[in-house]
């Protein structure tokens, strides 16, 4: 499981021209699922992305995770993440989750980040999605399990 994690100060994401989540300050996540990922991954993710400190504190120290910071989640599935991209000039999927497996955990993922905080939104799994963004920063890191 991979997620790419970065700060906005603003985020959206379409599906035929119909926005289907936005936030303000937060973070917006692109996450992608791998054969073998399992309901553990997505929990250790999870917990991971809510308690990672990437915003400011008084001081400007990255030290505040986006609950402390009173940020949105914007969660987008992102099958191309899961690609092998070492060799050759295309990428290649055969290590990706089945589409099926894939929606299952990322349906998860969503449900555990919203028990756990206030403010989460998302795009629509499997859709063809434009996503609109102003990294904060920029800030981005690549988290895997």
Do not use: W
């Not at 993710?45 to 400007?60: M, N, P």
């Not at 799994?125 to 399990?145: K, R, W, Y």
Request: charged share 20%; with cysteine.
């Amino acid at each position: 499981m991979k997620v790419l994690l970065q700060r906005v100060s603003e985020a959206r994401v379409e599906v035929d021209g119909e926005v289907t989540g936005a936030i303000e300050q937060g973070l917006l996540l692109f996450v992608g699922f791998c054969k073998g990922d399992t309901h553990a991954d997505v929990q250790k993710l999870a917990q991971k992305v809510l308690g990672y400190r990437v915003f400011s504190d008084a001081e400007g120290k990255m030290n505040l995770n986006v609950q402390q910071a009173r940020g949105g989640l914007l969660i987008v599935s992102q099958f191309t993440l899961s690609a092998e991209t070492k060799k050759g000039l295309r990428p290649s999927f055969s290590s990706s989750a089945v589409p099926a497996a894939a929606e299952k955990l990322y349906q998860e993922f969503v449900a555990c980040c919203q028990q756990q905080h206030p403010r989460v939104a998302t795009g629509r799994f499997g859709a063809d999605m434009q996503v609109h963004l102003v990294n904060d920063g920029p800030v981005t890191f690549l988290l895997e399990s």
